[in-house]
């Protein structure tokens, strides 16, 4: 998808006793001029949206003594 505008919106809420945030709700929607194999383009939406509420919400990365604690992609969690 080259030269495509996109804007992703999200609702989110915030447990306030343990500071929890979750997304309650997330829309996104984009301007092309056509759609070869539109199932495609929204399956590329949905995971960049995963892949951003998974980078907000849940990564981070820790560190001990002085070296990162994560090695891989399967030490980090992931909203699925």
């Given amino acids: 998808m080259w030269n495509v ?3 992703t919106i999200v609702e989110a809420s915030v447990d ?3 500071g929890r945030v979750a997304c309650t709700r997330s829309g ?3 301007i092309r001029a056509s759609a070869v194999q539109p199932k495609n383009i929204e399956a590329q939406i949905e995971s960049a ?11 981070r990365a ?3 003594d ?3 604690v994560q090695s891989n992609f399967t ?4 909203c699925v």
Avoid at 53 to 59: A, P, Q
Avoid at 75 to 78: D, K, V
Wanted: with cysteine; charged share 15%.
């Fill in 16 to 18: 306030r006793k343990t």
């Fill in 66 to 68: 002085g070296a990162v």
């Fill in 49 to 59: 949206t995963m892949y951003g509420l998974s980078h907000v919400l849940m990564e």
């Fill in 75 to 78: 030490t980090i969690r992931c």
């Fill in 28 to 30: 996104a929607s984009s």
């Fill in 62 to 64: 820790t560190f001990k």
């Fill in 5 to 7: 505008h996109l804007a």
